[in-house]
C-alpha cells in the first residue's frame, strides 16, 4: 500500500489510472484496478493524491481478490489521515 502526495510523483503513477482494468469511481477521483494492482487519484485541496494497493503474491484461492477488497478501505482512511476527506472508492460490480 502507497500514497503519494508529491505533486511530480502523482504525475508518474497518474498513467496507471489509464491504462487497462477495470474502472473505479469515486467521490474525488477515479483509477483502474486489475488482478494485482489498484491505483486511485483523487483531486484534495492540497493537489492530486495517488493511492496504491499492489499485491506481489498471487493467491492460490481463485476469486479472492485482495486488492479490489482493500483499496476502498486504505484510501478512506488514508483520505482521512491526509486530511482529504471524505473519499469513498465504487469498485465495479458493487
Do not use: W
Not at 503474491?57 to 482493500?70: A, N, V, Y
Not at 483499496?71 to 473519499?87: F, K
Amino acid at each position: 500500500m502507497t500514497t503519494v502526495t508529491d505533486p511530480a510523483l502523482t504525475e508518474i503513477f497518474s498513467g496507471d489510472t489509464h491504462k487497462a482494468g477495470l474502472p473505479l469511481k469515486g467521490s474525488k477521483g477515479f483509477g483502474r484496478l486489475d488482478g494485482s494492482r489498484g491505483v486511485y487519484r483523487a483531486s484534495c485541496q492540497t493537489g492530486p493524491v495517488i493511492f496504491m494497493v499492489e499485491q506481489l503474491d498471487q493467491p492460490t484461492d481463485e476469486g479472492f481478490d485482495l486488492t479490489g477488497e482493500l483499496l476502498p478501505g486504505y484510501v478512506s482512511a488514508e483520505a482521512e489521515r491526509i486530511g482529504c476527506a471524505p473519499e469513498k472508492v465504487t469498485l465495479p460490480n458493487a
